[in-house]
């Protein structure tokens, strides 16, 4: 903590964590190394590697047989100018890869203004994209299936897509009387691809419909799979899982402080959200779509007072 030449102050850290069930299956396993600076000219850094090896999984079925999740590496950056001034800037950027192919990315922004003492003003977009190579899409029973226990848990590739930006202003007009707005728009989307199944418990390991065995075919907003082919199991039919989100989420709170320890909050909050079987990702044309979704508008009205002596 002692200010040099190039620090103002640092510190630096090591942990690590690990998690396991009643049944003592390994669930989480991390090795953790960070440090956070301060410089000399009052710019912010900090810097996170994390490291997972493969582990077991009680989760990833929904409640079905213990799989197998991928060992996975993943680095966050923060830089940030001096937050003393009136303008300010975060930049954050984060990876994250593993070892069967799965890997997220996110990119982050946030600029800080403060016009006045009275006025402070931020606007935080972000963009996230993620491969998931193994994504749950729902269990269908099949007594044949008795390498999962009577059950085929059926699993996608999956490439979502995520778009926000958040913007917040707090006007004080007194010091009584204050008003803080808040908005959220995001668009996301999901196309999910290569359906197949969950061969071993414990392993990772995948029957592709189509590639390894069974047929997949598409319908009508949804996937016919017959997951041996001609062999003796059913068929099933799965309900296309791809989908196009778009929400909106702003309050407008006003707070008068109408006379010491009393005071009178005035409320709006909107909610727009739109869901669509679509897992192709054009922000246009979803943000479009949002402001002229149907808001769901909510008013409140809050009146405190403080009977003092």
Do not use: C
């Not at 930006?165 to 999901?190: I, K």
Request: zero cysteines; proline letters at 6%.
């Amino acid at each position: 903590r002692v200010p040099n030449r190039l620090t103002q102050d640092f510190r630096f850290g090591l942990s690590t964590s690990v998690a396991q069930n009643f049944d003592g299956d390994l669930l989480d396993l991390q090795l953790m190394a960070g440090g956070i600076q301060r410089w000399a000219n009052f710019w912010g850094s900090s810097t996170t590697l994390l490291l997972s090896p493969e582990h077991d999984d009680d989760q990833l079925t929904r409640g079905g047989p213990v799989a197998r999740a991928p060992g996975s590496f993943s680095v966050h950056q923060s830089v940030s100018t001096d937050q003393r001034r009136s303008q300010s800037l975060t930049v954050d950027l984060s990876y994250s890869n593993d070892s069967r192919g799965g890997w997220w990315m996110v990119y982050g922004l946030d600029v800080e203004t403060r016009p006045s003492s009275a006025l402070e003003l931020s606007i935080g977009p972000s963009f996230r994209r993620a491969h998931v190579p193994a994504q749950f899409v729902r269990e269908v029973e099949d007594e044949l299936a008795t390498h999962t226990y009577g059950s085929r848990y059926v699993f996608a590739e999956l490439d979502q897509r995520t778009l926000s930006l958040e913007t917040r202003v707090s006007w004080a007009f007194s010091p009584r009387l204050t008003l803080q707005l808040f908005l959220h728009p995001l668009v996301a989307s999901g196309d999910y691809s290569r359906f197949m199944e969950l061969r071993q418990p414990r392993e990772w390991s995948w029957s592709v419909y189509g590639e390894d065995e069974g047929t997949v075919t598409s319908q009508a907003n949804a996937f016919s799979v017959d997951p041996d082919g001609p062999g003796p199991a059913e068929a099933f039919e799965l309900r296309n899982p791809d989908f196009g989100l778009r929400s909106l989420r702003g309050n407008a709170v006003l707070r008068w402080e109408y006379r010491p320890g009393s005071t009178l909050y005035l409320v709006w909050q909107q909610r727009r959200r739109h869901q669509v079987a679509d897992g192709s990702f054009d922000p246009g044309r979803d943000l479009d779509a949002l402001f002229r979704t149907s808001p769901e508008n909510v008013f409140a009205l809050k009146v405190s007072y403080w009977w003092g002596g």
